[in-house]
T-cell receptor, first 114, second 115 residues
Framework: QQQVKQSPQSLIVQKGGISIINCAYENTAFDYFPWYQQFPGKGPALLIAIRPDVSEKKEGRFTISFNKSAKQFSLHIMDSQPGDSATYFCAGYSWGAGSYQLTFGKGTKLSVIP | DVKVTQSSRYLVKRTGEKVFLECVQD?????MFWYRQDPGLGLRLIYF???????EKGDIPEGYSVSREKKERFSLILESASTNQTSMYLC??????????????FGPGTRLTVL
């Protein structure tokens, strides 16, 4: 299955700083790009998502930047807080007529230190 | 509030045992999924189901089977558990009602250890 490559594997950011996680995809059939946040002992939860006809989406401190021509997208966490410490997964997704593709990146473990 | 529940949070089984992992969603979603999550490998799709009694193989179906007899319940079966199936198993269901986001809701996970 075509990959979604996510980097970095781990990230340490000071409180108040900007956390940036990058993803690159290969499958041009993807039509939806979600980011999931996972705390230890919990299942992933949808954080924010974007469709490829939009270059940026912002929800509170979280922003997705999307570059369709480069097949890249990134998550920016502004004013990072210790409570943001979690593992983040990007994904590429398409769905239609019973045909389903959802490919996750391998995750980024974010630690926000006080 | 949407909810996906899994029958066990932690499970310890022996090699060769038949293992059942149960997942129930209360959102009337047609589509349900089983993933396993391993460090450094992310989430990998085992099977999914888009309707009752319908199933499709994911990326890593070998050694697993599934059952979907009712819309709300999707079971993952390890016919003969092996140590390499020690993992975190995550169930999910998805809302494909055509809204702005096709949100996939995950259960809390079952951490399975096969000895």
């Amino acid at each position: 299955q075509q990959q979604v490559k996510q980097s970095p594997q781990s990230l340490i950011v000071q409180k108040g700083g900007i956390s940036i996680i990058n993803c690159a995809y290969e499958n041009t059939a993807f039509d939806y790009f979600p980011w999931y946040q996972q705390f230890p002992g919990k299942g992933p939860a949808l954080l924010i998502a974007i469709r490829p006809d939009v270059s940026e989406k912002k929800e509170g401190r979280f922003t997705i930047s999307f570059n369709k021509s480069a097949k890249q997208f990134s998550l920016h966490i502004m004013d990072s807080q210790p409570g943001d410490s979690a593992t983040y997964f990007c994904a590429g997704y398409s769905w239609g007529a019973g045909s389903y593709q959802l490919t996750f990146g391998k995750g980024t473990k974010l630690s926000v230190i006080p | 509030d949407v909810k996906v529940t899994q029958s066990s949070r932690y499970l310890v089984k022996r090699t060769g045992e038949k293992v059942f992992l149960e997942c129930v969603q209360d959102m009337d979603h047609e589509n349900m999924f089983w993933y396993r999550q391993d460090p450094g490998l992310g989430l990998r799709l085992i099977y999914f189901s888009y309707d009752v009694k319908m199933k499709e193989k994911g990326d890593i179906p070998e050694g697993y089977s599934v059952s979907r007899e009712k819309k709300e319940r999707f079971s993952l079966i390890l016919e003969s558990a092996s140590t390499n199936q020690t993992s975190m198993y995550l169930c999910a269901s998805i809302d494909t009602s055509g809204g702005a986001t096709d949100t996939q809701y995950f259960g809390p996970g079952t951490r399975l250890t096969v000895l």
